[in-house]
């Protein structure tokens, strides 16, 4: 629960404050993020109030579709932007602890979710950040979130994986993190992230070591030890590593 709402909460979408609480998050405490405690109720929340919208009822939590982790019987994606995930709290520390990396550049922030990264990239003093993904409820997170920290970001709600190069108006440094989950979905970052280095970007990715790592193609930079993971993960604490592609 969140309470009542104060002026934090201005302007924040009921769907996103319902769920969610504005607090630090554990790794990069310089950041304030609207995150949930647990992911099924939030879940069960936003399709609820999808169901009721469509006029159409909504199945109830522990359906095939939450066990199977795709998308819900309202067609919804799971709440990733409502939590501070282990690859993105490291990336985003790495950036504020190396804000030469990104300062003064453009920057693309890839299955942003909470736009978490991307607010990293711009208070470390990028020229431009933009984040993209694919779930709308994240674009209008990644907004709100830029918002409670005083930072700007484009949130663009869009699938550009399969694109032919970088997306306009380009970019000078990728970033993305926890994207390698599935194997589908890894090996089209994977062929995104060639692409892009390619053409003359830095890459960044976040990732504590996902089955469909692409560990051959990556070099690690940093790594950081992430608490505070146990509602979305195995345990609560996940030693996370930063890498760049290799080559």
């Not at 280095?197 to 690690?220: E, Q, S």
């Not at 992430?226 to 195995?234: H, I, K, N, Q, S």
Request: hydrophobic share 50%; net charge negative.
């Amino acid at each position: 629960m969140t309470g009542e709402p104060g002026p934090a909460a201005a302007g924040v979408p009921e769907i996103i404050r319902a769920g969610t609480r504005l607090r630090p998050v554990p790794l990069v405490p310089e950041i304030r993020l609207w995150q949930a405690s647990e992911p099924i109720d939030l879940w069960q929340r936003t399709e609820d109030a999808a169901g009721q919208a469509a006029g159409g009822p909504v199945q109830a939590a522990g359906s095939p579709g939450r066990a199977a982790g795709g998308p819900g019987p309202a067609g919804l994606d799971p709440p990733f932007w409502a939590f501070a995930w282990a690859g993105g709290q490291a990336l985003a520390r790495y950036l504020l602890d190396h804000p030469q990396t990104v300062r003064g550049r453009r920057v693309i922030d890839m299955a942003s979710g909470s736009g978490l990264v991307a607010i990293a990239a711009a208070r470390a003093g990028a020229a431009a950040v933009t984040g993209y993904d694919i779930d709308p409820l994240a674009a209008a997170a990644i907004a709100v979130n830029a918002a409670a920290n005083g930072v700007t970001v484009t949130a663009v709600c869009a699938d550009v994986l399969d694109g032919d190069g970088i997306p306009a108006p380009g970019a000078d440094v990728v970033l993305v993190a926890d994207a390698f989950y599935q194997r589908d979905l890894a090996a089209r970052v994977l062929r995104f992230l060639d692409r892009v280095h390619a053409a003359g970007a830095g890459v960044l990715a976040g990732d504590f070591g996902r089955t469909y790592l692409p560990r051959a193609r990556l070099v690690p930079v940093a790594s950081y030890d992430v608490p505070g993971l146990r509602a979305v993960e195995d345990t609560d604490v996940k030693r996370t590593t930063v890498w760049t592609l290799a080559g």
